[in-house]
């Protein structure tokens, strides 16, 4: 079944740890986004990448990296983790930038850091 | 600054109709979306506008008014399946999308 698949599910990672959330889409879309989900808050990206070589900062991109190696994989990095990144991290790939190229969403990566 | 306000809450009643608002205030405008998000999984496309009318979609319709910087998503027929959040974002100038906090809607049978 074609779509993005996100891993690990969940994750409890101790303060100061390094840790890469792993994302994979298999729709050969040019964009893909990274975003977190915090309670009362909208989702808010992080990185974003319109194509495979190409990466850019979103609203929120302190204390985390991207890489766009190829088209299908779009890693997200926490270099040293800290309390504050305790979220739910969602990638996401369109099949363009333009306004009319709906996300669609992987299951989400819960993480908590301790 | 840039703003996106829906309601946090609502209640309705499984065969009803309900109405979730969405006001915007943004740099730009291309097009405004709504998502809709069951608890623990991920947001699922289900509108988007960008010219002033009504789209409608099976039970679910979403309006748009440009002038006055408002949406609302309509859904008819209640099922208890529609107890979700339903997420309303906004494409700004710069192709970005600027996202509401969620409304989570609570069927009631």
């Known amino acids: 079944i074609a779509g993005i698949t996100q891993a690990p599910t969940s994750q409890i990672l101790a303060a100061g740890r390094r840790m890469t959330l792993r994302c994979t889409q298999d729709m050969r879309h040019n964009a893909m986004y990274w975003y977190r989900q915090d309670l009362g808050l909208g989702l808010r990206l992080i990185h974003y990448s319109n194509t495979a070589g190409t990466t850019g900062k979103g609203e929120v991109p302190d204390g985390y990296s991207v890489s766009r190696a190829n088209t299908d994989d779009f890693p997200l990095t926490l270099a040293s983790a800290v309390p504050s990144q305790t979220s739910v991290y969602f990638c996401?790939?369109?099949?363009?930038?333009?306004?009319?190229?709906?996300?669609?969403f992987g299951n989400g990566t819960r993480l908590t850091v301790t | 600054g840039q703003n996106i306000d829906q309601p946090t809450e609502m209640t309705a009643t499984e065969g009803a109709i309900v109405q979730i608002n969405c006001t915007y205030q943004t740099s730009g405008f291309n097009g405004l979306f709504w998502y809709q998000q069951h608890a623990g999984e991920a947001p699922t496309f289900l509108s988007y506008n960008v010219l002033d009318g009504l789209e409608e979609k099976g039970r679910f319709s979403s309006f748009l008014s440009r002038s006055k910087g408002y949406s609302y998503l309509l859904l008819k027929e209640l099922q208890m399946k529609d107890s979700a959040s339903y997420l309303c974002?906004?494409?700004?100038?710069?192709?970005?999308?600027?996202w509401g906090a969620g409304t989570k809607l609570i069927i009631k049978p």
């Open positions: 974002a906004v494409m700004d100038s710069n192709y970005q999308l600027i």
């Open positions: 996401a790939s369109s099949a363009g930038q333009g306004a009319n190229s709906p996300l669609h």
